[in-house]
């Protein structure tokens, strides 16, 4: 007896799951998912962390409670508990949106297969529907059913509510992740329907940078729980009621969190049946607007280069392609995240008060180097990852490696993409604080080190960015965290503390700019001459056992005829 084919809502439903887990830059579908579960695991892990630091704490206060006979303590921490779970539920679950950007809306290869087909729009949108709905689903119930069934019996068992205890906790952590994922849904779709796709991408970069930075930054500072602003408070408020508090303030905002979430998930889905086909033109048309976010960095990068027209184009290569695709951004994100978690950490265990920041300290100056140092961290790791392998032979055509001048352009390329971020939080930062004096003084400093980080990273670069498959592992961050901490220490807090020590004389400032430069000038001989030995990278042998291997076409000079890897 044959199998029945599946319906076409059920066939296209499974192609959408699948495309969660799809990166067309990797050269395998499998170790993207392998990466999935990285991420997943990464963040039940706080989240088990807190319940081991929260719920023993929450036991004593139960015996100090009964001893003193003050029940409101219980009530008290029961509801900082309902705030922290939610707000690291709402957190996580934006971060992995963000970070299926791309999948929340129909993309060009979606139009490219489906726009053909004798299906209808209304199948389409709600298979995909389908697919969002089973990815909120499985990501918040994966985050919160690790911390939810621990709350619900260390905190009812004693009173025998653990199924309410557990039932209060899944409805404002997960109604918090729905609605998180449905505005984002909604954000997605009305960027493509009102603005463009590429201002879309370039949003979902930011958010990607926004919500990693918050879950670091939630599970490195640690933060006292205190009031709080909506729509935390509204779903931390339905948390409670469902618990069982018997607080007058919380019903008002348990039923704002009941009718915004209705009105979220309609939305979302109102907007995804709308721009349908306005997604599915977006995403078949050329897009005019890639480069002109790029402009302002390429002209420092021109700058940089000079009359050499192989590292201007170089240069103008890699950051038109960092401009326009959004999985060379990620590792960016990031590693800027890192660097804005390090900072809080700084700033939440120093000593003092906030006057304390108006005069020139290491907590402060260091800022702007150090979100400046995790941008190239992030940018040395997206050069290894390919934009379209298909396309790489074109290099191996046209390359006239050894050639120092594509060294140039990377260089250039990466101290124009990095000196921007940093002197803008120079500006917004330390402007404020210290003065114009102390914030001009201190940018010059700020390029220095920038263009030092620049300088030895391009000295780990051995090929032009973007060109060749992933190789697995390539920045080895699990594995060499302490020397990127070595460098963070070496390039930001060495150079603030010698600045510090002479920023009230004008003649030691110039010395230290000086010395600065002289570092320069080392490193850019030392780049130069091993740039002189960058080659080609092998060509991939074709493995008849992995139909994911890669070929290229090999025309340049020395090509010799191979059977098994020429095509």
Excluded at 492 to 500: D, G, H, I, N, S
């Amino acid at each position: 007896m044959s199998r029945q084919a599946d319906p076409p809502f059920t066939l296209l439903w499974r192609v959408f799951v699948e495309q969660f887990a799809a990166n067309e830059s990797a050269t395998s579908d499998l170790q993207t998912r392998r990466a999935i579960i990285g991420v997943i695991t990464f963040l039940i892990v706080p989240g088990l962390f807190l319940m081991m630091k929260t719920l023993p704490e929450y036991e004593i206060l139960l015996m100090v409670a009964k001893a003193r006979n003050m029940p409101q303590l219980i009530e008290i921490r029961l509801a900082q508990l309902a705030v922290l779970f939610v707000s690291y539920s709402m957190s996580t679950t934006g971060l992995l949106t963000v970070f299926i950007w791309d999948a929340l809306v129909f993309d060009k290869r979606d139009a490219m297969v489906l726009g053909p087909l004798p299906l209808r729009g209304s199948t389409i949108v709600s298979a995909k529907l389908a697919a969002l709905a089973t990815f909120l689903v499985g990501a918040a119930l994966a985050v919160n059913i690790t911390s939810g069934v621990p709350f619900g019996f260390v905190t009812g068992g004693p009173a025998g509510h653990i199924l309410r205890h557990l039932a209060g906790h899944l409805s404002g952590t997960i109604g918090g992740a729905v609605f998180v994922f449905s505005t984002l849904v909604i954000v997605r779709g009305l960027l493509v329907l009102l603005v463009s796709a590429h201002a879309a991408a370039t949003v979902g970069s930011f958010l990607q940078f926004l919500f990693l930075s918050g879950v670091l930054c939630f599970m490195m500072v640690p933060t006292a729980i205190g009031q709080v602003i909506p729509p935390i408070s509204w779903f931390s408020a339905l948390f409670e009621l469902i618990r069982g508090s018997r607080q007058d303030a919380i019903e008002p905002l348990a039923d704002r969190a009941l009718l915004v979430l209705p009105l979220s998930v309609a939305g979302a889905i109102a907007v995804t049946f709308a721009g349908y086909w306005r997604q599915m033109r977006v995403a078949l048309a050329p897009s005019a607007r890639v480069a002109a976010n790029a402009r302002a960095r390429r002209r420092i990068a021109a700058l940089l280069t000079g009359r050499d027209r192989v590292a201007h184009a170089t240069s103008d290569f890699v950051l038109t392609t960092l401009a326009r695709s959004p999985v060379q951004q990620a590792p960016i994100a990031i590693a800027a995240s890192l660097g804005v978690a390090i900072v809080s950490v700084a700033l939440a265990t120093r000593d003092g008060g906030f006057a304390e920041l108006r005069v020139p300290r290491t907590v402060v100056l260091w800022i702007p180097i150090v979100l400046g140092y995790w941008v190239i961290v992030g940018l040395r790791a997206s050069f290894v990852l390919p934009t379209e392998l298909k396309a790489a032979w074109a290099f191996r055509v046209h390359s006239r490696l050894p050639s120092v001048s594509y060294w140039a352009g990377v260089r250039a390329a990466m101290v124009a993409f990095a000196i921007g971020p940093a002197l803008f939080v120079n500006a917004l930062i330390v402007l404020p604080l210290l003065g114009w004096r102390v914030a001009a003084i201190h940018a010059l400093v700020v390029a220095v080190a920038i263009t030092i980080t620049a300088q030895f990273a391009s000295l780990l670069v051995d090929g032009i960015p973007f060109t060749r498959a992933y190789p697995p592992g390539h920045a080895r961050l699990k594995t060499r965290w302490h020397l990127y901490l070595l460098g963070m220490w070496a390039i930001a807090y060495v150079p603030v503390r010698l600045e510090l020590r002479v920023l009230n004389d004008a003649w030691e400032i110039g010395m230290l700019l000086a010395e600065g430069l002289a570092v320069i000038v080392m490193l850019e001989i030392a780049a130069r001459r091993r740039a002189g030995r960058w080659t080609l990278p092998p060509e991939p042998e074709l493995d008849d056992s992995d139909p994911e291997a890669l070929t290229f076409l090999n025309l340049g000079p020395g090509a010799g005829h191979n059977p098994q890897t020429a095509i």
